[in-house]
């Protein structure tokens, strides 16, 4: 008869400390510090001897900060090259368009920052003062943060390992003099790893108020966005609701659409309905939209007749309604 091991139970995410190695099975984890995973890490000691870890030392200053934000919300996708980062410039460029609206994006996408390039801002740098960093302004109420700001030219590559995206994160959460705001708009990297995990670690005190999940009609697209809204489920963060970018392709000239990205398994109103989330709403391709981001200017203004524009108000809309704004 052959012994076989019973699979070990999947560690929390949130139990995995930021510099761990790629197989740690968590702090909680009756193997902590003892798997062969653990030779070499700056944890294992501590793990090993059941001593509690103390809490971060930062997250006490990350509430303090993010108490004077009334809205947080994150932009994920488990696909790269969906359309987050534009996605969340046009999110921030319609909420900011109320002078009343006070706006914060947040970039943490560390190793591709495309949101300063997007929002026209991407030769700006930040300064600090006796309240922090000093984030960049778009207008009087948009502001951002972004890696970005930081290089010291748009042809350096970020080479980081974990434990450094995270402690800039967190940087980016306590030491960033954001003021009163009534949205901070967070866009994040493809996939489930160090910056998402951090995110929602840095801001569980805090809470967020949920997460808009875009994805594109393919299915080679669809079954990644499918694992990003998994995530969302084992950590705990309230889904919106999910965008379908680059849903048909909208001529210039005579405004007709049709399909570029054949939906294969049904797109994203199949993947909605077979999540049990809400499907905000369907942007359709319209060559501008890339034009403007390349230039930084609001599609929105730009090109207020465009159906990709009235998709993208009807989606903004409706995830004010759901958050009761």
């Known amino acids: 008869m052959i012994a076989v091991q019973p699979p070990a139970e999947a560690p929390n995410p949130l ?38 870890k103390g809490p971060d030392p930062s997250l006490p200053f990350i509430t303090e900060r993010m108490n004077s934000v009334k809205r947080k919300i994150l ?60 984030p960049v302004f778009v207008q009087d109420n948009f502001a951002v943060m972004s890696v970005g700001f930081m290089l010291p030219t748009s042809r350096d590559a970020v080479m980081w390992r974990g434990p450094k995206k995270n402690g800039l994160i967190s940087q980016f959460l306590k030491d960033v003099d954001w003021g009163d705001l009534d949205y901070l708009v967070v866009d994040t990297p493809p996939g489930t790893s160090d910056e998402h995990l951090s995110i929602v670690q840095y801001l569980k005190e805090s ?12 299915e080679v697209a669809i079954q990644d966005v499918r694992r990003e809204i998994d995530f ?15 849903s048909g392709f909208v001529c210039p000239g005579c405004k007709t659409e049709s399909q570029i990205f054949k939906p294969s398994t049904g797109g994203a109103k199949q993947l909605a309905q077979d999540m049990g989330i809400e499907l905000l709403g369907a942007v359709p391709l319209d060559p501008r939209i890339g034009k403007s981001a390349d230039y930084g200017v609001s599609f929105l203004d730009e090109y207020p007749d465009s159906p990709a524009t ?9 995830i004010k309604e759901i958050l009761g704004d």
């Open 15 to 52: 139990s995995i400390p930021a510099n761990a190695p790629e197989h740690c099975p968590g702090t909680e984890s009756e193997l902590a510090g003892k798997s062969d995973a653990c030779n070499g890490c700056a944890n294992q000691e501590i793990c090993a001897s059941n001593t509690p």
């Open 75 to 134: 932009v994920l996708s488990g696909k790269g090259g969906v359309g987050k980062s534009t996605f969340t410039a046009q999110l921030g460029w319609a909420f900011a368009a109320d002078d009343r609206t006070q706006v914060g994006i947040m970039d943490v996408d560390i190793c591709g920052p495309s949101i300063p390039t997007i929002l026209g801002i991407a030769n700006e740098q930040v300064h600090a003062s006796s309240s922090g960093w000093s």
């Open 207 to 218: 809470g967020i108020d949920g997460a808009v999940v875009i994805t594109t009609p393919q």
């Open 232 to 246: 969302c489920r084992k950590v705990g963060i309230r889904v919106l609701g999910l965008v379908e970018n680059m």
């Open 310 to 318: 009235t998709a993208y108000l009807d989606i903004i809309d409706r």
